[in-house]
């Protein structure tokens, strides 16, 4: 049998995920709260719906893709050669996993910024439009942010 080790998340992992994750929670009360003191504003109502929120759902998600485009060094013992020859080319070590997931959150990252571009276009023109009784602006949002998400989760595990 063999055995493996897991480093139980501490305390401020698990505050930052609520933090980190919560954003979009946030962002769309903030978004609607403003929305709705907009309500007293002479001649400036504003629309309070779910599909206005997708486009904010949307950049919390690019937002979680731009910290996983940084690829992690790695600190292993190598040659005083091997060092040196890396120091002189300027190079860095990093983890081919990494450096897939890098190049996977930079296409992600431009196809999300376009959907990004798109849903909000659609929540100002074209805002009745539904995918399966979901207004698609907000569904836009929803599969950006999951992209970011999982971006993020497959960074803490490489």
Partial sequence: MTAAFVRKPS???MLKRFLLF???????LVEQFVRFLLHFAPGKAEEISAGTAGTTIAVAGIS???????????????TQ???KE???????????SDQKLVTSALVFLFVTTICWGYALWLSHSAPDIDWY?????????????AIGVIHTEIKEIV
Avoid at 86 to 96: G, H, K, M, S
């Fill in 11 to 13: 305390q401020n992992q």
């Fill in 22 to 28: 919560g954003l979009p929670l946030y962002l769309v």
């Fill in 64 to 78: 979680l893709l731009f910290p996983v485009i940084v690829p992690k060094r790695i600190d292993a013992p190598l």
């Fill in 81 to 83: 050669r091997l060092q």
């Fill in 86 to 96: 890396i120091t002189e080319r300027n190079f860095a070590l990093v983890n081919r």
């Fill in 133 to 145: 009784s979901v207004p698609s602006p907000f569904l836009i949002g929803l599969v950006t942010y």
